[in-house]
């Protein structure tokens, strides 16, 4: 049966039914921007002390309410990347993560926090380079519009056949690898919006193949807080990117890695939250 048929459903976890400390260290990273009704929540719901290093933090883009002020009063690392764009957060995220396992959610509360020791221990036991969550197959009531769910068809409907790779959720944002896959460059997406998504899973079945990169189902809750959605704008700039990379017509318009000039919690240097 294929690899996308699997679910982790019902398994809640945390330390406690871990066992033993998992021997990995683990960067979760949450692009934010103004996300200060959902950001609490989201970090609280990351469970503690299962692997040997648990780095957490945001890649803020300057966010104009209290997004970063939350995050220093939960004690996790805040990465100021001032260049808009979700897949510009990321493309910054990647290289400044400090550990060797990445895992990337959404600060919103729509991603199950609570299996990410799960999905790491699997990374781990099948010694997977890349996992990619499905939020298709087990999306609670009311956590994507019928507009949404419609749009998430037709991109992963596109995708699938533009490329071939058999993945369910072109658009989640939830996936668990190993830093090192950007070692290889053609691994490094080049996209700084939306789009950088559905791009992240294309290069990782191309390049890892479909026994390293798998697709787990997930659930998939309501958001909290306001999305700045542009359902139009956004699914078209999606589906325009997915030619435009099937026929290698895509262009990066900005580099690979974080700015020197970015300041981080991590070198005392973030401005004062306007
Ligand atoms: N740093 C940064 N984060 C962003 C930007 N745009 C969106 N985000 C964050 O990226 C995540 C995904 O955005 P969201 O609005 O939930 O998109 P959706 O899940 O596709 O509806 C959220 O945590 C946002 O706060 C941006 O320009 N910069
Ligand atoms: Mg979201």
Known sequence: MHASSQTFEGQSSGGDIMGDVLPVSVTVILPTRNEEEALGPTIDAIPRGWCEDLEIMIVDGNSSDRTREIALEK?????????????????????????????????DCTYPAELVPELVKRLLDDDLDFITCDRLSLAEDGSMSGLHGFGNWVLSFTARMLFWYGIKDSQTGMWVFRKSIFENEKMRPTNDGMPLSEEVKILARRHLGKKKAIEISVPYRPRVGEAEIHTWGDGWKNLKFLFLRRFGLHRTRTEWGGLETNPDSTKNNLPEQA
């Open 75 to 107: 004690d996790i690392r805040v990465h100021l990347e001032p260049r808009k764009g979700y897949g510009r957060a990321y493309r910054t995220g990647f290289d400044v993560a400090k550990n060797d396992i990445i895992v990337t959610m959404d600060a």
